[in-house]
Every structure is written in structure tokens, then in C-alpha cells.
């Protein structure tokens, strides 16, 4: 028994409402047996295919369908035909009567790809259920969308408002994007270009204000985090920038792609040396100044004598007397070293309780809290005691006298 398809394939999708889109198609044709018109209920199985000829179908109905066919005219529903088989590229649909495979298959024209809209608009919340949208509107207040102006008047742009809503953007007459959700504002971009993040009025190019931390509690509000490293060590890092060309930089060290704990700052002197490490802090939390692999809580190095220097006060200020303080675990001070002068250009080495002393590997000098004077001894009990020789020379440089306790003179 042999059967042709003579007419051409009409589709139409059923039932599409405002509410869904079914996933089903229509299929008509008009059968004839060597020239007569069918009268027969006969199995049929349908196959979309991406080509007209060859190929792999990307469709196929589940089973062979029963299918009336009365004076040569039959119409078959099509189920569970999904939105993905519509892409846009071209279609074609195959019938098999029985064990026949009709010829040629039949493109599908656009009727079909209507069943994308349902992947679109989705299957339970088809546009546009019941709110808004708007545009240049004739009024969507309230949001999910809006966006007006060319007179509308103002507010250009709005997705979803309200607290019933998770997560919106808007913008207002002045320029300003707020991005807010659970109805609490989190992200603003003002007029002028600067961000701020927990902030409304964000006075720099990037303002953070933590509005979720407690007293107390330690509030990580900024997180850099690299996933790769160079071959330098240097993980995340912070630059500063003028015109293109780095200032400055903070940066967070690694070892072999390793966390290290240390952090290092870089300058540029503009001299032609490029970024150069100036302040290193390894993870043990020493400092080194001019140093990268500090050996004492501070290190300092440089290729000037002087390393240090402290500065009295400006000009016209109260006078500051700089001096460098020596403290007990308890916080009481326990000596200095500095300016004590008054403005005299002296230096003071003093105790505020006890006696200071001067180590070298020949002797000692010390000065007991009574104001006694020893030198090679640690207990002088006069206001000069010398354990060993002293030599008092003529003002010409050419005659001196030794005094030695060992040898009894001057007892």
C-alpha cells in the first residue's frame, strides 16, 4: 500500500492563552492510496529534524499515534513538543504511515517557533501577568520596569520598587543609580561618578561605610583576593596612580603562591629606580625600614650614616624636646634618650627610676639614682669612683700622671 502527502503541512498552536503557551502542535494533511482518498484509522509517528534531508531528528513523538483519517483529510495533535526544538534555525517535519516513510519532509514555517516564546516569558509567570512595565509610560507607577522621560517627566529607568520587592535599580532626576535590596538601599552611583557602598552621599570616587558591624567585633569591610601570583611574590595588592603611572603601592606578599603573612610597601622616587620596597612587615610583625627581611622588631637600613631622626617641633610651636622612651610591659616608663636640653642642643640619657649605665665590651659607666659616677664599676659609693687607672695630662699634650688605686697612690 503505497501513500503520498499531497497538501501542504498547516500548523497552528491550540489553546494559547494569556496564561501559558501548551507545548503542542496541530498537524493537518491529506492522504490519497494511489490516487483514491484514505478512509482508514492508520498508526503514524512524527519526526522534526534540523535538515531537510538526512540528519538526526530533534524531535520524536513518543509512540506511534492512531490516527482517523476520513476521505483522505486527518489532523493529529502533537504533545510535548518543547520550546527548545524552536531556536531559530530552520525545521522539518517527517511523517511515517505504518511502516512508510513519507517524502520529502515539510519545513515548518514560523507558527512553530511560537512555542519559544513560551521558554522566554516562562511557563507559570507569562508577561504581563499583572504588573506594569512602562517605558515612556502612560503611568506604571510603582515600578517593575518604568523607566519615562521624553516628557514623562523624569525618572528614566527602574526595575521592581516597593518592600515587597528583593532587588531593584533606579534612577532619579538628578543622575543618581541606587541599587537596593530587601528595600534597603545598598549601592548608590551619584552624579558626579562616586560610589558608595553603605552610604547615600558618598564624598570620593569610593566610599565604604559598614552599617552591619558591632563594638567590639573586628569589621572586615574591603576583601582583596587573588587567585594567582607573580614570580616577585606579590599577590593582592592596591596601587596608586597618576596619569597611568604607579605612585604607590600596598602589597599583600607570597610564597610560591602561598599566603605569607607579609605585607610590603613600594614607592617611586621618580629618579629612574621604578617602584622601590621602602616598609616591610613579615608575619612575625617585624618592620624593616629599607629591609625585606627584617631580624629585629624594627630594622631599619639605608645608604645615608644617619637613620633616624627625630624633629623638634616647628617654629612658633610649644617645643616638643623629642626623645626616644623606654617602657615596662605595664605601661610605666622606665627611661629616655633625647632632647632634654630646653633648647640648649643637649642630649640626655635618663632614668626615671634606678641608674643608667654604658656597656662596651672593655668596661662600664654607670650613674646610680643618688647621682654617683662609676666608671669600671657597677656600685660607685662616691660622686667619682674609678676601679683601675686615671691619667691626667698636662694641657700641652706633653706630661701626664696615672693615679692607680691598685698601686696605693693617691689613697
Known amino acids: 500500500m503505497r501513500r503520498s502527502l499531497l497538501v501542504s503541512l498547516a500548523l497552528a498552536i491550540l489553546s494559547v492563552t494569556a496564561f501559558a503557551v501548551p507545548n503542542q502542535l496541530t498537524y493537518s494533511g491529506r492522504l490519497l492510496q494511489n490516487g483514491a482518498l484514505v478512509n482508514a484509522t492508520l498508526p503514524m509517528t512524527f519526526y522534526i529534524y534540523p535538515t531537510e534531508t538526512l540528519g538526526s531528528p530533534v524531535w520524536t513523538s513518543t509512540a506511534d499515534i492512531n490516527v482517523v483519517v476520513n476521505q483522505g483529510i486527518y489532523s493529529v495533535v502533537l504533545d510535548q513538543v518543547t520550546p527548545n526544538v524552536f531556536t531559530g534555525d530552520d525545521r522539518f517535519l517527517e511523517v511515517k504511515v505504518g511502516t512508510e516513510t513519507l517524502a520529502p519532509r515539510t519545513k515548518i514555517n514560523s507558527v512553530g517557533y511560537a512555542l519559544q516564546a513560551g521558554a522566554v516569558t516562562g511557563l507559570s509567570n507569562v508577561f504581563p501577568s499583572s504588573g ?189 624636646a623629642p626623645y626616644i622612651g623606654f617602657y615596662e610591659s605595664g605601661g610605666a616608663r622606665i627611661g629616655y634618650v633625647g632632647d632634654g636640653s630646653g633648647g640648649e642642643n643637649g642630649m640626655v640619657l635618663g632614668a626615671d627610676s634606678g641608674y643608667s649605665q654604658l656597656l662596651t665590651t672593655g668596661g662600664t659607666l654607670r650613674l646610680t639614682s643618688a647621682g654617683y659616677v662609676g666608671i669600671g664599676t657597677t656600685a660607685p659609693s662616691t660622686n667619682l669612683t674609678v676601679k683601675g687607672k686615671v691619667r691626667a695630662i698636662r694641657s700641652d699634650g706633653n706630661n701626664y700622671c696615672d693615679f692607680s688605686s691598685e698601686a696605693g697612690v693617691g689613697t
Open 132 to 320: 506594569n512595565v512602562g517605558v515612556g509610560t502612560t503611568a506604571a507607577t510603582g515600578a517593575k520596569f518604568q523607566v519615562m522621560n521624553a516628557a514623562g517627566t523624569s525618572t528614566l529607568f527602574t526595575v521592581g520598587q516597593g518592600v515587597s520587592e528583593n532587588i531593584y535599580a533606579r534612577t532619579g532626576p538628578t543622575g543618581i543609580v541606587a541599587f537596593l535590596t530587601f528595600a534597603s538601599e545598598r549601592m548608590r552611583i551619584d552624579q558626579f561618578g562616586n560610589v558608595g557602598i553603605g552610604t547615600s552621599a558618598p564624598a570620593a570616587p569610593l566610599q565604604i561605610d559598614n552599617l552591619a558591624g558591632t563594638n567590639g567585633a573586628v569589621s572586615e569591610i574591603l576583601k582583596l583576593r587573588n587567585y594567582y601570583y607573580t614570580a616577585d611574590g606579590t599577590g593582592s595588592s592596591i596601587g596608586f596612580y597618576t596619569a597611568g603611572n604607579a605612585n604607590a603601592k600596598i602589597i599583600g606578599k607570597t610564597t610560591n603562591g602561598n599566603p605569607s603573612g607579609a605585607l610590603e610597601f613600594q614607592t617611586n622616587n621618580w629618579a629612574g629606580d621604578g617602584m622601590q620596597s621602602r616598609m616591610y612587615i613579615n608575619a612575625a610583625g617585624y618592620v624593616g625600614i629599607g629591609k625585606t627581611n627584617p631580624i629585629k622588631p624594627l630594622t631599619v637600613s639605608g645608604s645615608v650614616h644617619e637613620l633616624v631622626a627625630l624633629i623638634d617641633s616647628p617654629v612658633g610651636e610649644v617645643a616638643s
